[in-house]
């Protein structure tokens, strides 16, 4: 089970903390260094989210007639020349293409990691792999924080650290994940496509946890530093503590197996709203209350609907992961945008609050 776990793990903490989320704690000096102001500083990281889509669409397709070991290795080269694009870059250009790179590796990585979990373990053995290895986006997050710390003015620096982390992590992957003889799917793409149960649940419930979470990952440094008055410093540890207790996300699986996938959904769902509300309170131990809540909820959701995904489309689990994930992504982009609108037309309070009250509505969702 290491074997498989360990890597994947690995390979998750580059494409998603490293290629995904690290240009958001880094955008202030990047910008600053190519001279972007805010409007195309934001566009530049809607790339990540158009690339994610389009890599989650081709991946089940790539799969079917290569197999996973080929896509994560395709997911491991996208990240690297992704991550050199941004160190290397001086000009918005550039940058949009490494940005674009990096982003496509985080929708192959998934669905791919999902059907080798379900090719090499035991069935009683796939829910706790799933959501271990869901959690190397918080172990990337711990690694990308103090890089952030140490090296905040040498951003092409820590990206090509980044960068070397990838090489050495494509080349562990490459070596230990073995290349798979039979592919998921014999019959057509579109067949396959059609889940054992009905579907429909998960995509909503993916779609809903993305918008109402959108506004955190967007915008919750920000209201620290602008609204509460928080140091860069202070900012930082947040989301630090934010990434390492996405590390409790990993008992996923185990609370599945206790108490099955309908209770931990809803109980997910009302932590997640509930830090929404939490940072709103005055004090700086609030707050980080608020990134442990977040941290690990949103994790554990997103273990959640990987199992719950495998469950409806056993064996062709990469569709069921991409289009869970597609639905996740979709909402987090249109959250994201409604957020900003929201925040500038009445205030960062009351945006936090409809937010949380939207994510609430995720409790209707019926799970069979």
């Known amino acids: 089970?290491?074997?498989?776990?360990?890597?994947?793990?690995?390979?998750?903490?580059?494409?998603?903390?490293?290629?995904?989320?690290?240009?958001?704690?880094?955008?202030?000096?990047?910008?600053?260094?190519?001279?972007?102001?805010?409007?195309?500083?934001?566009?530049?990281?809607?790339?990540?989210?158009?690339?994610?889509?389009?890599?989650?669409?081709?991946?089940?397709?790539?799969?079917?007639?290569?197999?996973?070991?080929?896509?994560?290795?395709?997911?491991?080269?996208?990240?690297?020349?992704?991550?050199?694009?941004?160190?290397?870059?001086?000009?918005?250009?550039?940058?949009?293409?490494?940005?674009?790179?990096?982003?496509?590796?985080?929708?192959?990585?998934?669905?791919?990691?999902?059907?080798?979990?379900?090719?090499?373990?035991?069935?009683?053995?796939?829910?706790?792999?799933?959501?271990?290895?869901?959690?190397?986006?918080?172990?990337?997050?711990?690694?990308?924080?103090?890089?952030?710390?140490?090296?905040?003015?040498?951003?092409?620096?820590?990206?090509?650290?980044?960068?070397?982390?990838?090489?050495?992590?494509?080349?562990?992957?490459?070596?230990?994940?073995?290349?798979?003889?039979?592919?998921?799917?014999?019959?057509?793409?579109?067949?396959?496509?059609?889940?054992?149960r009905p579907g429909a649940a998960l995509l909503m419930a993916c779609l809903l946890t993305g918008f109402s979470s959108a506004i955190y990952w967007t915008f919750a440094r920000n209201f620290l530093t602008d609204e509460k008055g928080a140091s860069d410093s202070e900012a930082v540890l947040f989301w630090i503590v934010m990434g390492v207790m996405g590390i409790l996300g990993g008992c996923a699986g185990r609370i599945i197996e206790r108490i099955e996938i309908r209770r931990s959904y809803r109980l997910g769902i009302l932590l997640l709203s509930l830090s929404l509300g939490v940072i709103l309170l005055p004090s700086m131990t609030a707050s980080l209350a608020s990134a442990i809540m977040f941290g690990s909820t949103y994790i554990f959701l997103t273990s959640v609907f990987i199992v719950w995904a495998t469950r409806l489309f056993t064996p062709n689990v990469s569709i069921g992961i991409s289009l869970a994930f597609l639905a996740l992504g979709v909402g987090q982009f249109l959250g994201s945008s409604m957020a900003g609108y929201t925040i500038e037309t009445f205030s960062n309070t009351i945006a936090f609050l409809t937010f949380a009250v939207l994510g609430l509505f995720g409790l209707l969702i019926r799970v069979k």
């Open 1 to 196: 089970m290491k074997k498989i776990i360990f890597p994947g793990i690995a390979l998750i903490a580059v494409c998603y903390a490293f290629g995904r989320f690290s240009y958001g704690l880094f955008m202030p000096e990047i910008s600053e260094a190519l001279q972007l102001n805010e409007a195309a500083s934001g566009a530049i990281n809607s790339g990540t989210y158009i690339a994610y889509c389009l890599s989650l669409l081709t991946a089940p397709l790539i799969i079917n007639h290569k197999g996973h070991h080929y896509v994560l290795q395709l997911a491991g080269i996208s990240a690297v020349l992704g991550l050199i694009g941004i160190a290397l870059s001086q000009n918005a250009w550039v940058l949009a293409l490494g940005i674009f790179l990096a982003g496509l590796s985080t929708g192959w990585a998934s669905p791919a990691l999902g059907n080798t979990v379900n090719a090499e373990l035991a069935p009683h053995l796939q829910a706790r792999g799933n959501s271990w290895i869901n959690t190397g986006t918080s172990f990337g997050i711990i690694v990308s924080g103090p890089l952030y710390w140490l090296l905040t003015d040498y951003w092409r620096l820590t990206y090509i650290i980044f960068a070397a982390i990838g090489i050495v992590v494509l080349l562990w992957n490459r070596r230990v994940i073995p290349a798979n003889k039979t592919l998921p799917c014999t019959k057509s793409i579109w067949a396959c496509m059609k889940p054992t």
